[in-house]
T-cell receptor
């Protein structure tokens, strides 16, 4: 498909387990972002990749969170030793790289993570 | 510290009337503003944007107004249609100071309901 693809769409895990969330950005998009939306909250920035530059990890809430982007394309967000407060919808977005009228963020449908 | 504020969680309007969605920001470095629309179980989709060099941008039924002195922007939808019912997020970035790839900071969203 032409859009941003995220998998799985839903994930239920037990507290303390590790989870991996995957994002396939739009082909050719150099910028990739991870956001999360907790219940009743706005979209919280997590991490941003742009080309070969070092990622902006300033939004990661703890060292249990990490993300990779292999080959400048697919990205995985890993949460280790999940906690109940990690429950949220995790959204991936990609863009051409420049925030402009012609290149807004394109979001995937998200992964709904529930930690029991 | 919430830098983008959408203080009204919900808005209900009659079909055919005007919907006005408000957004306030605190960071004076923000110079680019966007509105995203989100349906349930889908990712947000870009709606309209405005640069700080303008005070108005119009696209069909959607107009965004920016008041820099008040650090306030609003989205007007006229005429409102039932299909406009969704969550609307205001977002901002500081492109001049942080570069064209600066991350977006989102508000908590406003749920718009358009009654037939």
């Amino acid at each position: 498909g032409a859009g941003v693809s995220q998998s799985p769409s839903n994930k239920v895990t037990e507290k303390g387990k590790d989870v991996e969330l995957r994002c396939d950005p739009i082909s050719g998009h150099t910028a990739l972002y991870w956001y999360r939306q907790s219940l009743g909250q706005g979209l919280e920035f997590l991490i941003y990749f742009q080309g070969n530059s070092a990622p902006d990890k300033s939004g990661l809430p703890s060292d249990r969170f990490s993300a990779e982007r292999t080959g400048g394309s697919v990205s995985t967000l890993t949460i280790q030793r999940t906690q109940q407060e990690d429950s949220a919808v995790y959204l991936c977005a990609s863009s051409h790289g420049a925030q402009s009228n012609n290149s807004p963020l394109h979001f995937g449908n998200g992964t709904r993570l529930t930690v029991t | 510290d919430q830098q983008v504020k959408q203080n009204s969680p919900s808005l209900s309007v009659q079909e055919g009337r005007i919907s006005i969605l408000n957004c306030d920001y605190t960071n004076s470095m923000f110079d680019y503003f966007l509105w995203y629309k989100k349906y349930p179980a889908e990712g947000p989709t870009f709606l309209i944007s405005i640069s700080s060099i303008k005070d108005k941008n119009e696209d069909g039924r959607f107009t965004v107004f920016l008041n820099k002195s008040a650090k306030h922007l609003s989205l007007h939808i006229v005429p409102s249609q039932p299909g406009d019912s969704a969550v609307y997020f205001c977002a901002a970035s500081a492109r001049l100071t942080s570069g064209a790839n600066s991350k977006l900071t989102f508000g908590k969203g406003i749920t718009l309901s358009v009654r037939p």
